[in-house]
């Protein structure tokens, strides 16, 4: 399907996504890999507790800019999405594997190991969890490491 532009009282056009891509409130299910990315890094903000403007304040980047990634509107470039990953604590080669629409695996070290990840890292990916229940994981996860 094609995207739909509508136009406002100020003739400004409006891009509406196409409908096989609309929001997911799993974070990063949809079809297109561009949206995919947006839901990933609009559910990972949301779980690190940044507003839109906190996140562009982080990675130096417009808010305008990132509010168009998080609704799949924009390709992201490389420099986006290292700067995106190091702000939101996730690993950057994860966050380049879903702009590039790519499943990431476990990175490895020079060894050729799998490199574990930690387990805030596996509770933040878990397809299966809401953001809310993500949410309540981490909370409880953090109160027992966070007890020592």
């Known amino acids: 399907m094609v995207a739909r532009r509508l136009s406002t009282r100020n003739d400004c ?3 509406i996504p196409p409908e096989d891509t609309e929001t997911s409130t799993e ?3 949809r079809k297109d890999p561009v949206a995919a990315f947006g839901d990933y890094v609009r559910s990972q903000r949301k779980l690190a507790e940044l507003s839109l403007r906190q996140l562009a304040d982080m990675t130096s980047l417009s808010n305008p800019y990132l509010s168009k990634l998080e609704r799949g509107l924009h390709q992201p470039s490389v420099t986006a999405v290292t700067n995106i990953a190091k702000a939101l604590g996730v690993p950057a080669e994860t966050l380049l594997a879903k702009a590039a ?7 490895t070290n020079k060894t050729g190991e799998a490199k574990k990840p930690t387990t805030e890292q596996v509770i933040k990916q878990d397809p299966a969890l809401s953001d809310d229940q993500k949410l309540a994981l981490l909370s409880v996860y ?6 020592d």
């Open 101 to 107: 629409g790519l499943v990431p695996g476990f990175d």
């Open 27 to 29: 974070g990063g299910d």
């Open 13 to 15: 056009p409006v891009t």
């Open 142 to 147: 953090r109160s027992f490491v966070d007890e």
